[in-house]
């Protein structure tokens, strides 16, 4: 499990579109990482608007905001041109990153257990040290508070 404080697993990840992103190539600058259980499904589709109406505000308070789930690239390509998506989403198909973030875990539907994304958001600063953590996010108000986190770096 992270902690605020400490480094942020380094991670490298095909993205939407083709290409990879490393976390520690975007060093100099602050990372959100927003964990997501699944492209397209309701609560993810408006996490994921929220942070593209909210993109260039990010932009100027200097930070990159990235979406990660275990979807696969080809999906995260539908859901972008779906939704006409404005934010960087990267696959964790093996789910590593997921578990060295500490968002696998297990949960309950329905009854049913079972294991998957817990929606997290994760600041990580511009040397790299993860800032702030969101746990069980709820969608409304997310990102406005996110954003006012990145502003107070």
């Known amino acids: 499990m992270i902690e605020t404080g400490a480094p942020a697993p380094d991670f490298t990840l095909p993205r939407d579109g083709g290409g990879e992103i490393s976390l520690c190539d975007l060093r100099g600058r602050a990372v959100v990482l927003f964990f997501y259980p699944r492209d397209d499904t309701s609560g993810?589709?408006?996490?994921?608007?929220?942070?593209?109406?909210?993109?260039?505000?990010?932009?100027?308070?200097?930070?990159?905001?990235?979406?990660?789930?275990?979807?696969?690239?080809?999906?995260?390509?539908?859901?972008?041109?779906?939704?006409?998506?404005?934010?960087?989403?990267?696959?964790?198909?093996?789910?590593?990153?997921?578990?060295?973030?500490?968002?696998?875990?297990?949960?309950?539907?329905?009854?049913?257990?079972?294991?998957?994304?817990?929606?997290?958001?994760?600041?990580?600063?511009?040397e790299g040290t993860i800032a702030r953590i969101w746990p069980k996010v709820k969608v409304a108000g997310h990102v406005e508070a996110v954003l006012d986190a990145v502003r107070a770096l």
Do not use: N, P, Q
């Open 44 to 126: 993810c589709t408006k996490e994921a608007i929220h942070f593209t109406e909210s993109a260039a505000a990010f932009k100027a308070a200097g930070a990159e905001v990235l979406g990660v789930s275990k979807d696969d690239v080809a999906s995260h390509d539908k859901f972008r041109d779906k939704h006409a998506l404005g934010v960087i989403l990267l696959s964790d198909a093996e789910g590593d990153t997921c578990e060295r973030y500490g968002v696998w875990k297990e949960k309950s539907m329905y009854g049913r257990k079972f294991m998957g994304i817990e929606r997290t958001t994760v600041l990580v600063d511009a």
